[in-house]
């Protein structure tokens, strides 16, 4: 069975600091894949990154960036200089990676960021 | 990527009463998902509904609570049914999304339902 676990539950920043949202998963997989979705306020789900588990590389996009590491099985996601357009609920989730077209997502609990200006 | 519209956006029920919303998407999709997202949790997977066949139920959900139709390659509708205040959730429609890779999905804005 596959689990991902988000244990921050609700953090708050100030504006323009740096946050880190841990991700910790399970899965028997030896391909899966790994993601980030944002929720803002206004509820709709946005893709932020979908990472391969044969890709350890971390990746840098603007202000995000996302450090996978196998041996821990975490995929963390750092917010640097944080801005009030942040906040939202973000969501860390799984999938297997096997051949036979779409897998099943499992979702983490979320965690909910406030960026306090 | 796929855009999904989604309605009602909300909606105040009355306890017994049943709903249906609606997802419409902007291109084909073999399968459409529906989630279900209770007060401060996270996405729970209703059904997958595919053209042309049955819905495919996860555990805990049933056809008589949640029936779902998919009438074509666009467009699906769930229906909450005999609501009660237990049922007072966001429901999202998501479908996979391929320009944005293998399994990742995109998602409705959702609809919030309140039942009294």
């Known amino acids: 069975a596959q689990k991902v676990t988000q244990a921050q539950t609700e953090i708050s920043v100030v504006e323009k600091e740096d946050v880190t949202l841990d991700c910790v998963y399970e899965?028997?997989?030896?391909?899966?894949?790994l993601f980030w979705y944002k929720q803002p306020p206004s509820g709709e789900l946005v893709f932020l990154i979908r990472?391969?588990?044969?890709?350890?590389q971390n990746e840098i996009s603007g202000r995000y960036s996302w450090n996978f590491q196998k041996s821990t099985s975490s995929f963390n996601f750092t917010i640097t200089a944080s801005q009030v357009v942040d906040s939202a609920v973000y969501f860390c989730?799984?999938?297997?990676?096997?051949?036979?077209?779409?897998?099943?997502?499992?979702f983490g609990t979320g965690t909910k960021l406030q960026v306090i200006p | 990527s796929a855009v999904i519209s989604q309605k009602p956006s909300r909606d105040i029920c009355q306890r017994g009463t049943s709903l249906t919303i609606q997802c419409q998407v902007d291109?084909?999709?073999?399968?459409m998902f529906w989630y279900r997202q209770q007060p401060g949790q996270s996405l729970t997977l209703i059904a997958t509904?595919?053209?042309?066949?049955?819905?495919?139920?996860e555990s805990g959900f049933v056809i008589d609570k949640f029936p779902i139709s998919r009438p074509n390659l666009t467009f699906s509708t769930l229906t909450v049914s005999n609501m009660s205040p237990e049922d007072s959730s966001i429901y999202l429609c998501?479908?996979?999304?391929?320009?944005?890779?293998?399994?990742?999905?995109?998602f409705g804005a959702g609809s919030r339902l309140t039942v009294l």
């Open positions: 509904a595919n053209q042309g066949s049955e819905a495919t139920y």
């Open positions: 899965t028997r997989d030896t391909t899966y894949y």
């Open positions: 998501s479908v996979e999304d391929p320009l944005l890779g293998a399994n990742v999905l995109t």
């Open positions: 291109s084909q999709v073999t399968m």
């Open positions: 990472r391969n588990s044969f890709d350890e």
């Open positions: 989730a799984l999938t297997g990676g096997g051949s036979g077209g779409y897998q099943k997502v499992t």
